[in-house]
C-alpha cells in the first residue's frame, strides 16, 4: 500500500469517518476468523519454550513505540544479570535462510528495520523467523534464558509466560472498531488478558478509562547522531528555529514532527510508509537544509547515507512502580523454570 493510501486509512480510522461502517459485515468475518485462530492454536497448536517469554505488542494497526520498550526491557533485564534474546517475524524482509541471527552488521533487507535496531541499540542476540517458535528456540540454544517476542501478541502459536501491550496516548483506539472497519487486531477487551499496558505519552491521570493495568510512559529524547560518527550529539545541536527536512516511515510519523517542534527545531515532513526501504535518490530534497530521521530510519540508510544526515535517539521511560512489579514477575517465572529443570534431573 502506497504513503497517500495508506494515510488515507489511518486518517478515515482515528477521525471516525462515517464511509467506514459499509465494511462492518467484514469486520464481523474477521473477528470470527480470528477468534477461531485464536482458539484453535492456544488449544491444540501452541508451543512452550523452556524458558520464559514476554510478549511485547499492541492491538492496533501502526506504531505505539514498542521499540524503545523492548530496548529498556533488554538493558534492564541484563542488569539484573539475565541473558535476554529478542525475537522477531522481520516484517518486510527476506533472509537467505531461517532462523536468522541478527548482528549489528547484518544488511537490513535480510534482517528488517526494527530487528536490526534492537541489534545494534542492545547487543543482545536478536533472531528473525516468520516461525517465532524456531527463533525461540535458537536463541535459547545460544545461552539466552529469558526470551522477549517483539510485536507477537496476536502470535498464538508461541506459548507466553508475560504480556505488555503498548498504546499510543494520543491516538488510541481510533474509532474502536476491529479491522477493516477500524484500526484494531483485536478488540480492546484484549487488554484486560495482558499483565501491563503501557501508554505512550499519557499522564498518570488519564490511566482510568484504559482496560487492564494501565502504566504511563513516555519517550524521552535523548541525543543527536550523525552518520559516520560515534559520539553522539546534544539535543540543541540544531539551533533554535532551524530548517529540517524530516523523514519519518514509522507508524506514527506525528509523534517525531511533534519531538523535533518540542526541541525547538522547524519540520518540514516527508511521510514514507512504515517499514520503507529508502533509496539515495527518494531523500534528494530541493532545500539544502540538514537531513533528520528517527532511529529506525537510521539503519535503513546508513549505506548511503551523507554528512549532514542526522538521526534521534530515544528512549522508553517507565515508573519505578512497573520495575517493581516487573522484577517480582521475572523472577518468580525464573525461580519456577528452575525448579522444574531439577525436577527433570
Not at 510478549?55 to 538493558?75: F, Y
Not at 543482545?124 to 517458535?133: G, K, Q
Not at 519517550?219 to 545541536?237: A, I, K, N, T, V
Amino acid at each position: 500500500m502506497g504513503t497517500k493510501a495508506s494515510n488515507r486509512w489511518v486518517e478515515a480510522w482515528y477521525r471516525g469517518s462515517i464511509w467506514l461502517y459499509a465494511l462492518l459485515p467484514l469486520t464481523g468475518l474477521f473477528r470470527v476468523i480470528a477468534t477461531m485462530r485464536r482458539r484453535y492454536l492456544r488449544r491444540f497448536a501452541q508451543r512452550k519454550l523452556t524458558v520464559p517469554v514476554l510478549v511485547v505488542g499492541n492491538i492496533s494497526v501502526g506504531g505505539t513505540g514498542k521499540t524503545p520498550v523492548i530496548i529498556a526491557l533488554v538493558h534492564h533485564l541484563r542488569t539484573r544479570g539475565y541473558k535476554p534474546g529478542v525475537i522477531s517475524r522481520g516484517y518486510g524482509a527476506r533472509a537467505p535462510s531461517y532462523p536468522l541471527v541478527v548482528t549489528e552488521e547484518t544488511p537490513v533487507q535480510h534482517s528488517g528495520d526494527e530487528p536490526l535496531l534492537i541489534a545494534q541499540a542492545t547487543g543482545c542476540p536478536v533472531c528473525v523467523d516468520p516461525d517465532r517458535v524456531a527463533a525461540g528456540e535458537r536463541l535459547v540454544a545460544l545461552g539466552c534464558d529469558i526470551i522477549l517476542s517483539d510485536d507477537g501478541l496476536q502470535h498464538y502459536r508461541l506459548g507466553r509466560d508475560l504480556e505488555i501491550a503498548v498504546v499510543d496516548a494520543e491516538r488510541r483506539f481510533g474509532n474502536g472498531w476491529c479491522l477493516p472497519t477500524g484500526p484494531l487486531r483485536e478488540p480492546i477487551s484484549r487488554l484486560r488478558q495482558v499483565d501491563w499496558v503501557l501508554v505512550n505519552g499519557g499522564a498518570p491521570g488519564a490511566m482510568e478509562d484504559i482496560p487492564g493495568k494501565g502504566v504511563a510512559m513516555t519517550l524521552r529524547p535523548d541525543h543527536w547522531r550523525r552518520f559516520g560518527e560515534q559520539e553522539p550529539l546534544p539535543l540543541d545541536y540544531f539551533e533554535q528555529g532551524t530548517r529540517v527536512h524530516a523523514v519519518a516511515g514509522i507508524g506514527n510519523p506525528q509523534r517525531f514532527y511533534q519531538t523535533l517542534r518540542s526541541l525547538g527545531i522547524a519540520p518540514l515532513e516527508h511521510d514514507f510508509p512504515d517499514h520503507h526501504q529508502y533509496t539515495l535518490e527518494e531523500l534528494q530534497f530541493t532545500e539544502p537544509w540538514p537531513v533528520v530521521m528517527t532511529a529506525k530510519d537510521a539503519v535503513k540508510c546508513r549505506a548511503f547515507a551523507e554528512p549532514e544526515w542526522h538521526w534521534l535517539e530515544v528512549s522508553s521511560q517507565l515508573p519505578e512502580t512497573f520495575w517493581l512489579s516487573f522484577d517480582q514477575r521475572v523472577a518468580a517465572l525464573s525461580a519456577h523454570t528452575s525448579a522444574g529443570e531439577n525436577e527433570q534431573r
